[in-house]
T-cell receptor, first 113, second 111 residues
Framework: KNQVEQSPQSLIILEGKNCTLQCNYTVSPFSNLRWYKQDTGRGPVSLTIMTFSENTKSNGRYTATLDADTKQSSLHITASQLSDSASYIC????????????FGQGTTLQVKP | DVKVTQSSRYLVKRTGEKVFLECVQDMDHENMFWYRQDPGLGLRLIYFSYDVKMKEKGDIPEGYSVSREKKERFSLILESASTNQTSMYLCAIDRNTGELFFGEGSRLTVL
């Protein structure tokens, strides 16, 4: 069964610190993996998109990595800010399966001053 | 910029009522989706549509129907709302770039 598992479920860090969120998936084959940020009460917004052949993708202080061999992805946040407090969702698109994305349950990050 | 507008941010309905959730996009995109989001379960696909008058069931279509009479509008219908349909509902479009653009969400409470 295609699955996407994220860890930790929730995380609290101090402002200015770095953190790493994990995403493990069993979807195979897949065409791309995306990370979304969802602020409380809002819709998710895309942070990064990686195809199966890409290893890393950055978007400002956000850097996503992908290891297709171990089926793992991580999202690293550098020098966290209060505005980084949100849920982060990992999404995998199976190959040839348009519309049926596989969503992780998300990691809730709280950045404290 | 892509704009996906959901008609209601917050709704409170009673069990058995018919509920319409509307989603409007401002570009000429074919692919539109309805998801629901619940704590601990993530986003789950209810229905999607690739074009006018076309619809496909997602993973949890039971208790829901959809309508797409015009390309820019995709409506989710709860024929007879039940308490287990209390949730956050998210509409999204796909520009065939592999990226979903979501609306702000509609939080529905069924009493």
């Amino acid at each position: 069964k295609n699955q996407v598992e994220q860890s930790p479920q929730s995380l609290i860090i101090l402002e200015g610190k770095n953190c790493t969120l994990q995403c493990n998936y069993t979807v195979s084959p897949f065409s791309n993996l995306r990370w979304y940020k969802q602020d409380t009460g809002r819709g998710p917004v895309s942070l990064t998109i990686m195809t199966f052949s890409e290893n890393t993708k950055s978007n400002g202080r956000y850097t996503a990595t992908l290891d297709a061999d171990t089926k793992q992805s991580s999202l690293h946040i550098t020098a966290s800010q209060l505005s980084d407090s949100a849920s982060y969702i990992c999404v995998v698109t199976p190959s040839g399966n348009t519309g049926k994305l596989i969503f992780g349950q998300g990691t809730t990050l709280q950045v404290k001053p | 910029d892509v704009k996906v507008t959901q008609s209601s941010r917050y709704l409170v309905k009673r069990t058995g009522e018919k509920v319409f959730l509307e989603c409007v996009q401002d570009m000429d995109h074919e692919n539109m989706f309805w998801y629901r989001q619940d704590p601990g379960l993530g986003l789950r696909l209810i229905y999607f549509s690739y074009d006018v008058k076309m619809k496909e069931k997602g993973d949890i279509p039971e208790g829901y129907s959809v309508s797409r009479e015009k390309k820019e509008r995709f409506s989710l219908i709860l024929e007879s709302a039940s308490t287990n349909q209390t949730s956050m509902y998210l509409c999204a479009i796909d520009r065939n770039t592999g990226e979903l653009f979501f609306g702000e969400g509609s939080r529905l409470t069924v009493l």
